[in-house]
């Protein structure tokens, strides 16, 4: 659930555009709440809570179109390792904790690159890197060429290997988000990330081999289509699968840990 606009709105309007700052939530005694303020956002994370809240701002009018990028890209020259460019490692921290995704509890043993000329953070899965947009660039996901491998086509943590029982979702940081979920669970799922709402002929080819598939698409119209569609060829192949209704309006990134597993596990019993 977002957090109250009356909880942390105002404080990040108060802030000049483009900087963010910590400061108290409601009675806690920590600053655990960050609050930003950005060129067509109002934005808030609260590290105790683990919720957090977007306001977009009307009638912004942003100096350029989105830039246009391929959805395969070439390895940047000027990829560095995040946190070697402060400036650009501070806008993927706000990116990623108005995703709902903490870099300190949910990537460890995840690779991170950041290139500004590219303006994307790039990260590591086992089938090879994909980059998230870090600015005013479409689109948000784009895979890396990388030598000897084929392009991603689904991603899973470095650690991962699709196999058991797996739970699909859309992008890549819902997959991060529900694997640091279910993490300690006695039997957890695999999360797999099918980098959009279609099944590709590659991960088709590894699910075959795994006992059951639960699709935990986005909570939006393209979400369930895919979902749909996902399910049914899944099942033409003779596999058990469970659709998984994530909230209207959510994906599984926005969801609180407990949240995640809960509806996991009233879907799935």
């Not at 402060?86 to 706000?94: G, N, P, Q, T, V």
Request: glycine content about 8%.
């Amino acid at each position: 659930m977002p957090l109250p606009h009356n909880e942390w709105l105002a404080k990040a309007q108060a802030l000049p555009v483009g900087q963010s700052r910590r400061t108290y939530h409601n009675e806690e005694n920590r600053a655990n709440l960050v609050v930003g303020n950005d060129v067509d956002r109002w934005w808030a994370y609260c590290h105790r809570c683990h919720e957090g809240g977007v306001l977009m701002k009307e009638h912004v009018d942003l100096s350029q179109a989105p830039e246009q990028q391929e959805r395969v890209m070439p390895w940047p020259a000027d990829a560095v390792p995040f946190g070697t460019d402060a400036e650009l490692s501070r806008w993927a921290w706000r990116t990623l904790l108005g995703k709902g995704i903490d870099l300190h509890t949910m990537l460890p043993g995840v690779p991170m690159y950041t290139s500004k000329q590219q303006k994307r953070l790039i990260v590591g899965s086992a089938q090879g890197w994909l980059g998230r947009a870090l600015g005013n660039v479409q689109p948000k996901w784009v895979a890396y060429r990388s030598p000897g491998k084929p392009v991603p086509v689904y991603a899973t943590h470095p650690h991962d290997t699709v196999q058991g029982d797996v739970v699909l979702t859309e992008d890549y940081f819902s997959t991060l988000k529900i694997r640091w979920s279910l993490h300690g669970q006695p039997d957890p799922r695999v999360a797999v990330a099918v980098l959009g709402t279609s099944l590709h002929t590659r991960l088709l080819a590894q699910l075959l081999p795994c006992r059951s598939v639960a699709v935990a698409f986005d909570g939006d119209s393209a979400g369930m289509r895919g979902s749909l569609a996902v399910a049914q060829r899944l099942r033409a192949m003779g596999k058990t699968v469970t659709e998984v209704r994530v909230p209207e309006g959510l994906d599984p990134k926005d969801m609180r840990s407990d949240q995640i597993k809960e509806l996991l596990c009233s879907t799935l019993k």
